[in-house]
């Protein structure tokens, strides 16, 4: 016997997960527009995106197993209690650190959600087969049990938050744009297949024909959620490992009397892939032979990147000092933080050296 | 199309104008669109003979399906729609040409109350939509649909006129509770030979589900006198005492939550008194019930003395 009709359900069903890439890509590509020029950065972010909308909804129409280990129920309710641990500290996140702790949460979040996915051979979400009764049932008593508690956990939140004060008012203002409101979307879609994770008891699913197509299906769904895990894990690698490009030195001599002269000197350098930084030095030198001034571009506010995505920035050293010997010197140093796996730190040094003579030294 | 389908229809555009940020200010009706969306979800209620509510073990296979996809629905439904209240809100905000967003949501009743309503009535309202019985074939018509010695077609107005009856009392029984809040020097005034403070004085009826009065002002202070820092200055650029006949006090006075309860005759006076001490007294009469026969004077006053100590803010 089949419980409801599975068309009814497949029609529904993605459209959280489009909606989910939709908020998410244009808030990444907002955010990465209003605080870089990086064409290519922004295509990377959006092709991202729609990988892991991709990824949702091929993993949900590929139906696996779950196999001994994950059948097992001890096992489920482990991978369901990280899920709530999770939901929790990005609750309890201050609204101004999110940044790359909530990215790395939110990707592990995907994973607990394809385990439990797998574990659950996906009764609580879309599928293309009918289901039998005992996982129809199952899938029901998820989804009510998942209505009450989430509209229960809300309402009483908001309710307790608005009536206990100013303050706590403003607290659920901001949750709304923070961590709360981000670990209510991930429940939001997450939270029938948790429930039936916890609820379902330790089981002995009948293996279903192995068909070629099947196994093909499984493991291009694998590759895509390995991909969609491991690419930004990669790219906050490549912040700390890949070599700063190419530093670009250019020098544009003003006409002047001999012995002095004004130059423009402009330092590019990037660094990372994808997660990236770019830092424009840009001044203008002038010199007479005794020593080298700068007229502008050597000041505090020039410490900073001109362009950034994915990572965070922040300043350890910005000086600028003349030397004994007539050369003007500026050093502007920064740690770098990808926004995934943020305690990785790359320091980078920008600087610039112009003697009394109008020569650009090298500067290490 | 049968009268449930009719009734789903009017709940949801009723739950629209409650969410939505067009009218701004619901000037006191919202009450009444809280009954209304009770009352009909009463009625659905026993039109669906409570199946959202009941047990498993009590419904027959159909039902329990009718039941189980109407859940499915409204949980995906439930996320869609908590997201529209905050697009909403923000818009809302922006209306009233403040720059808060999502934050907005929190700070009147209005979508609060919006957002519990979606949450307890979504299920039944869903499970209405597909399956609307007529009159004849509903449950609630039979005999079993009596409880208490109440008959079914009067519990949705008892419903709705208990909604009424508790906005009522916490208009009247609920202490109006005050919170203020002063930020010295002032962000958006300075003035040379004294100091400024903004002051924000919010008088909350109903725990903050009713209306709010609210004082918003600069008040300037040198030691000797105590003003109004937003009035203008007297002749010369003396600062304005004594008061001017005709210059009256430029506290703005800021009507919130204004949804649920009507407000009117707002008053706002400013007393300078010898020692040099200033202070204003805001008030409004918020109406409640059928025209307006249940009301109460809100008030909001604050004192400050020469040297900018609050004496007084309620």
Known sequence: ?364 | MSWPRLLVVAMVLVWCLLASPVPTSLRGSGAVLVAFLVATGVVLGQNSQWRVWRRTSQLDERERQARDNAYRLAFRAMGIGIFVLVVTASIADALHGQTRGPLAFADGPRYLIAALLLFGLLPTVILTWPEARSPAESPSSTPSGRLSGISAAMRPALAGLLVLGVWGAALWLVPAGTVRAIVVPSPNLSMSGGTCGAVQISRQLGGGLGAALNISTNICWNGRHAWDGDRSLGPAGKYPFPPVEGNPPTCSLGIDSSDFEPISSESCTEEHYPSGELRIVAQARVSSGIDGWLSRTIRASIAITAKGKVLKGD
């Open chain 1, 1 to 364: 016997m089949t419980s409801s009709s599975p068309a009814r359900t497949r029609s529904w069903g993605w459209i959280p997960v489009i909606l989910l890439s939709l908020v998410i890509g244009a808030g990444l590509a907002l955010g990465a527009t209003t605080t870089n020029t990086f064409g290519l950065s922004n295509l990377l972010t959006f092709i991202y995106v729609a990988l892991c909308a991709a990824t949702a909804l091929v993993v949900r129409r590929v139906t696996a197993q779950p196999g001994n280990w994950l059948g097992r129920r001890r096992v489920r309710r482990v991978v369901v209690l990280l899920v709530v641990l999770s939901c929790l500290l990005m609750v309890a996140l201050p609204a101004d650190g999110l940044g790359g702790t909530v990215l790395l949460l939110l990707l592990f979040l995907a994973l607990c959600n394809v385990v439990l996915a797998r574990a659950t051979a996906q009764v609580a979400v879309s599928l293309p087969r009918p289901l039998d009764e005992r996982q129809g049932s199952l899938r029901d008593r998820g989804y009510r049990l998942a209505y009450w508690l989430l509209a229960g956990i809300a309402g009483l939140l908001a309710l307790v938050t608005y009536f206990a004060g100013s303050g706590a008012r403003a607290w659920l203002g901001t949750a709304l744009v923070s961590g709360p409101f981000i670990a209510f979307v991930v429940l939001a879609i997450c939270l029938p297949t948790m429930i039936v994770a916890w609820i379902e008891p330790d089981q002995v699913m009948p293996a279903p024909p192995e068909t070629r197509s099947h196994v093909w299906a499984v493991r291009v769904a694998a590759v895509m959620v390995a991909t969609s895990l491991l690419v930004p894990l990669l790219a906050a690698i490549g912040v700390e490992v890949i070599p700063a490009q190419a530093t670009q030195l250019k020098r544009y001599s003003s006409p002047a009397p001999k012995g002095s002269g004004c130059a423009t000197v402009r330092r590019t350098t990037e660094i990372g892939f994808w997660f990236e930084a770019r830092f424009v030095l840009d001044t203008e030198v002038c010199w007479n032979g005794h020593r080298a001034r700068y007229l502008y571009g050597m000041n505090r506010s020039d410490c900073m990147a001109s362009d950034w995505v994915l990572v965070s920035i922040s300043t350890s050293q910005c000086v600028r000092r003349t030397k004994s010997n007539g050369t003007v010197e500026f050093n502007y140093t920064a740690w770098i933080h990808p926004d995934v796996l943020s305690f990785l730190a790359r320091r980078l040094r920008v600087s610039v050296a112009v003697d009394r003579n109008g020569k650009v030294e090298r500067t290490k």
